[in-house]
């Protein structure tokens, strides 16, 4: 798409970048990804897999289930013993009876025509010397059978089995569908079906389209698994990484505290089958080339649902904490010979993960948290002296906890400060020039938790929401030599399964639609630079907001070029001059690639019906020997480069 110039004129804002002063350098971890398993993000989201509740080992055993004939839930002598529940599916005595399952995947499941599935279950046959056999089939909602496969069970030990269906019809609401069709019986866990085009190809795979929006923002860090479900309602279900390691089908299943946290949205199915676990995040940040960025329990149990002290660990059991996070750092980075370097190398990854951030504690406050986080930071930085720790700022941008925590991070000296804020729009725009005179003494900025909330809108991801980020990003990049991270929050959202919006990319079991706030962060995610330049009006002040401009200036070295990023926040085009001084006499400059999202509209979303609504598209601007002319469009973010 381009977007065309105004033909009417309008006034004219100078700016000059001086080219003599090359600033800070801007971290490659600059702009991210945070990945939390809220509104269906992981199970029945990024994780491909499409059974819910596979392994029956939910609190409600069948929970996701229904049966017919003659089903028994078991437990003894189960072949997986961290998910102890298994099934028996026995001859229903009739041969006109039928015994079988059911499941109804995350709110459906999505198949597409012609599209391979991998079914697999492990079964074994029971008390029978006879070949046992079960059909497997996909249906719609008419109850017709749109891809089928028979598969046979002839071990009496448990054992993996596995077929591949071809699905016949697109379908957005399937269900899986298990006929036993033998006269004896059968036991079967762990029954699992994921479409064999996974992102990467990984059979425990990621969902193709999910995975490659994320790879496609280009993050420089990955944050996870939470957010709140690090630290768990009460500590016995808060995010331990160790269980989430290891085969898949011994995982043991965890509540996840979305299910319940709001009761107006109310998901009691909501589960975190672990499989997609720490070892699956370290890949899948390697391969969109992000720092993994783990964030660990300290010890506190989330603090909004808990004032009793004593659902936390006292200081003096924090023990086994610490030792998960130096376990953790072994894990991700040490030698194959060991203890927890042998577990990767086992899971298929012998070469280390280059682990070198690691977050202790979500959206922590009060004297408790420096207390517990203080022995964390004594250990790591014992046995690791080079690792990056980071600490917390509590849950707002400011305020009685805010002030408070910043002075104790300066003191237990961690390298990152996590600052989380979901604010309005408005709060976005005044904010530009948040960090401008922020301490440059102290540890960094990571802007770990953002979005902007337009109330008005019930939270949408509209437009307005997203020209705001954009402003004040401006500050984030002018910044960029102390605020070293951002990621917005939270990632994505399953639509008909969600507890929390805005979020960045929006999916159903088939389609999946990016937000122009994805759009946002992947504008300044490709074109961060490697330094930040000043970019000032006439009188020397930073572009925050002053006649509705926000801008900012990098200069990429790898690509030897300048790249101006200004968002005009009202609704009259302008026209922008920006000055390139101090430049050699002989000097030659070009303009690059321009790019730029608009829309007249503020409240204009994008739908998975409608999901290029609001896309960038390309611009023009003009070069006159040192000046860079910009017709900036009302309410419009553009990227705009000046190559050398
Ligand atoms: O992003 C959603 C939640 O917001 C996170 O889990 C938490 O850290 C914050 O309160």
């Known amino acids: 798409m381009t977007f065309g110039q105004s033909a009417v004129a309008q006034q004219t804002y100078e700016f000059t970048l001086d080219t003599k002063k090359m600033g800070a350098p801007v971290q490659s971890t600059m702009y991210g990804l945070f990945f939390e398993d809220i509104n269906f993000g992981a199970d029945g989201g990024l994780y491909a897999e499409l059974v819910k509740n596979r392994s029956f080992d939910f609190p409600q055993e069948l929970m996701g289930w229904y049966t017919f004939g003659k089903v028994e839930v078991r437990k003894d002598n189960p072949p997986f013993d961290k998910n102890p529940n298994y099934l028996v599916l026995s001859n229903p005595g009739h041969a006109h009876k039928h015994t079988g399952i059911e499941n109804e995947g995350f709110r459906g499941m999505g198949f597409k025509k012609d599209a391979t599935y991998r079914f697999s279950v492990w079964a074994k046959k029971v008390n029978t010397t006879e070949e046992q056999k079960i059909r497997v089939e996909f249906i719609n909602p008419k109850d017709e059978i749109i891809g089928s496969q028979e598969l046979v069970i002839n071990s009496s030990d448990w054992q993996k089995h596995q077929v591949i269906i071809t699905a016949k019809a697109t379908e957005e609401k399937g269900r899986l569908r298990i006929f036993f069709t033998s006269k004896g019986a059968i036991a079967v866990d762990h029954v699992s079906l994921f479409p064999t085009d996974t992102y990467k190809g990984r059979e425990n795979g990621l969902r193709k389209d999910l995975a490659q929006a994320l790879t496609d923002i280009t993050p420089g860090i990955f944050r996870f698994p939470g957010g709140c479900i690090v630290e768990g309602t009460d500590l016995d279900t808060r995010y331990d990484w160790k269980k989430t390691i290891g085969p898949v089908e011994n995982r043991p299943v965890n509540e996840n505290r979305w299910h319940y946290t709001f009761p107006h949205r109310f998901f009691p199915d909501y589960y975190q089958s672990y499989g997609l676990g720490f070892y699956e995040y370290f890949l899948l940040s ?26 936390h660990v006292p200081v003096s059991d924090l023990a086994p904490y610490i030792q998960d996070a130096l376990d953790l750092i072994e894990f991700a980075n040490g030698p194959v010979t060991s203890t927890w370097g042998k577990v990767r190398a086992d899971m298929g990854h012998p070469e ?46 400011d305020g009685k906890q805010f002030d408070y925590l910043w002075p104790e991070m300066k003191r237990l000296k961690v390298d990152l400060v996590d600052e989380h804020y979901y604010k309005e729009p408005d709060w976005f725009f005044k904010n530009a020039a ?97 330094n930040t330049m000043t970019l000032l009006w006439p009188d020397k002040k930073a572009v925050t907001g002053q006649d509705n401009l926000y801008a900012s200036a990098v200069y990429d070295k790898d690509q030897n070029c300048y790249i101006v990023k200004v968002a005009n926040t009202s609704t009259e085009a302008k026209n922008v001059k920006v000055t390139l001084t101090g430049t050699k006499k002989n000097a030659v400059f070009t303009v690059g690639d321009c790019i730029v999202i608009k829309n007249n ?42 190559k050398l």
């Open 434 to 530: 948040r960090y401008d005179n922020y301490d440059r003494k102290g540890p960094a900025v990571f802007a770990g938790e953002y979005a902007s909330h337009d109330h008005s809108t019930g939270k949408q991801n509209n437009f307005l929401s997203a020209l705001s980020e954009a402003a004040f990003m401006t500050g984030l990049e002018r910044n960029a030599d102390i605020v070293h991270m951002c990621t917005y929050a939270p990632l994505f959202a399953h639509v008909d399964a969600w507890q929390w919006c805005p979020d960045m990319i929006w999916f159903d079991n088939l389609r999946m639609m990016k937000t122009p706030n994805y759009y946002v962060q992947q504008l300044y995610a490709q074109n961060k630079g490697t």
């Open 352 to 397: 280390p993960f280059n682990l070198k951030f690691i977050g202790i504690g979500n959206e922590q406050w009060g004297e408790e948290y420096p207390e517990h986080l203080a022995p964390f930071v004594k250990e790591i930085r014992a046995k690791y002296p080079d690792m990056k720790i980071v600490g917390s700022s509590g849950p707002s941008a």
């Open 286 to 311: 390697e391969d969109m080339g992000a720092e993994p960025l783990p964030v660990l329990s300290c010890g506190l149990a989330c603090q909004f649902q808990n004032e009793d002290q004593h659902a």
């Open 601 to 642: 509209n503020l409240k204009a979303i994008n739908t998975l019906d409608s999901p290029t609504n609001i896309i960038p598209g390309k611009t023009t601007a003009e070069i006159d020997g040192n000046i860079l002319n910009i017709q900036t469009q009302g309410q419009s973010f553009g990227v705009y480069k000046i």
